[in-house]
């Protein structure tokens, strides 16, 4: 655990206010779930909840069927971070930032497809530019997305899109759950 410095009290509703500094540097929107831990040495942790995370053996074998069904690199976000990946390397992808781009794109709520003339860079320092990106939504909140990246003589098709859109949906409809 890092110390910032900042001393924050609680008020006579139990509220205790995060400054403005951490919740930009830490991506944390008005909104986000937070989870609430305690360590024994009486810590409190707040930790950002990622529904889409509590998915991750879902998400892993999802992108991995998506991969051997299109034959094109897969990557499933949550609003933060790559959780799962398929046809890439792992440890250059996992838990890696999403950019700003992408964030856009999700609050767009639409399918993005791109091109030569379109390009969308999903993951802050990755080169490889996404081809689909489809926005995982529940019950009105977005909580990620799903993304098929540019491999090798790439061209999107409408059946690909679809996919990326099932993926999204499915996803979406798990968290409900």
């Given amino acids: 655990m890092k110390a910032t410095g900042i001393v924050r009290r609680i008020d006579d509703l139990g509220?205790?206010?995060i400054p403005k500094?951490?919740?930009r540097t830490m991506h944390i929107r008005e909104g986000a779930p937070l989870e609430i831990f305690t360590?024994?040495?009486g810590g409190v942790i707040f930790k950002k909840y990622s529904p889409v995370g509590e998915l991750s053996d879902v998400t892993e074998h999802y992108a991995d069927v998506l991969y051997r069904s299109v034959n094109t690199p897969v990557l499933i976000c949550d609003r933060d971070h790559v959780i799962s990946?398929?046809?890439v390397s792992k440890k250059d992808f996992m838990d890696k930032h999403?950019?700003?781009?992408?964030?856009n794109i999700m609050e767009e709520r639409k399918v993005f497809t791109g091109d030569s003339d379109n390009m969308l860079y999903p993951i802050e320092g990755?080169?490889?530019a996404a081809s689909i990106a489809a926005p995982i939504i529940t019950n009105g909140d977005i909580l990620?997305?799903?993304?098929?990246l540019f491999g090798d003589g790439t061209r999107i098709s409408p059946t690909e899109i679809k996919l990326a859109q099932v993926a999204a949906s499915f996803l979406g409809r798990q968290m409900e759950e």
């Fill in 39 to 41: 360590d024994t040495q």
């Fill in 21 to 23: 500094e951490i919740r």
């Fill in 98 to 103: 999403i950019s700003e781009d992408l964030e």
């Fill in 85 to 87: 990946c398929a046809g």
């Fill in 126 to 128: 990755v080169s490889l």
């Fill in 15 to 17: 509220r205790v206010v």
């Fill in 144 to 148: 990620g997305a799903v993304l098929f």
